[in-house]
């Protein structure tokens, strides 16, 4: 059975849109998105989806384990062996605390390419694949739209570097924002109906990967 690890943030949590600050909601099995490309693929499939968690930025307010260069190496020495990565992250470096620009996320996700892809990490696990998907872009909206404020320009920049960075590394990609829209209710999570889309396009990838 292949298996399969989804390394992300809080839509790869299943984080659902945020109304009420004081409410913490995730949706269940069978409708976050890699349990549905668990049901399709029938794949084993390791959910390592982290509120709030960056590509490689220490947050001042959320803790230093959100930055994602120290949750991948652990992540990838945890579980194995991998047939697949699947990497989505970005959208929380977009907050206006990090004052990143496009070009520094991207930076962010090469250094993840840098671990999944190095020599060792590869025959720890004997190989595996890597599916990037670029995040789809925030909407400054909703009651935590004041952390992403410039937000919605910074990730709506992303796709296009993100596809390049992927061709250059010869990984497979998959561009979010073609595919679904963040919730209108907070601007950055995703409703039950675009799990099942992204879950759609995810499958369709991994089926010719795996």
């Known amino acids: 059975m ?19 600050l004081a409410v913490y909601e995730r949706y269940g099995p069978g409708v976050r998105w890699p349990s549905r490309v668990q049901a399709a693929l029938g794949c084993d499939m390791i959910e390592e989806g982290l509120p709030g968690r960056t590509t490689m930025f220490d947050d001042p307010i959320m803790g230093a384990h959100m930055n994602g260069v120290t949750g991948l190496k652990i ?21 206006a605390r990090f004052t990143s620009t496009p070009q520094a996320v ?39 739209r004041h952390e992403f404020w410039g937000g919605a320009a910074r990730s709506a920049a992303l796709s296009p570097l993100y596809a390049a960075l992927a061709q250059a590394r010869g990984i497979d990609y ?33 089926k010719a990967m795996i």
Not at 8 to 20: K, R
Not at 126 to 143: D, K, M, S, Y
Not at 180 to 189: A, E, F
């Open 2 to 20: 292949p298996v399969v690890m989804c390394f992300g943030d809080s839509n790869t949590h299943g984080t659902a849109p945020i109304v009420d």
């Open 75 to 95: 992540a990838l020495e945890s579980h194995g062996p991998l047939d697949v990565l699947v990497l989505m992250l970005g959208t929380n470096d977009s907050k």
């Open 106 to 144: 991207l930076g962010g996700v090469a250094s993840l390419l840098d671990i999944a892809q190095h020599r060792l990490m590869q025959e720890r696990h004997g190989g595996f694949r890597i599916l990037l998907i670029c995040p789809a872009p925030v909407v400054e909206t909703g009651p935590i």
């Open 174 to 206: 998959l561009d979010a924002g073609t595919v679904i829209n963040v919730s209108p209710l907070d601007g950055v999570h995703f409703d039950q109906a675009a799990h099942g889309k992204l879950a759609e396009a995810v499958s369709a990838k991994l």
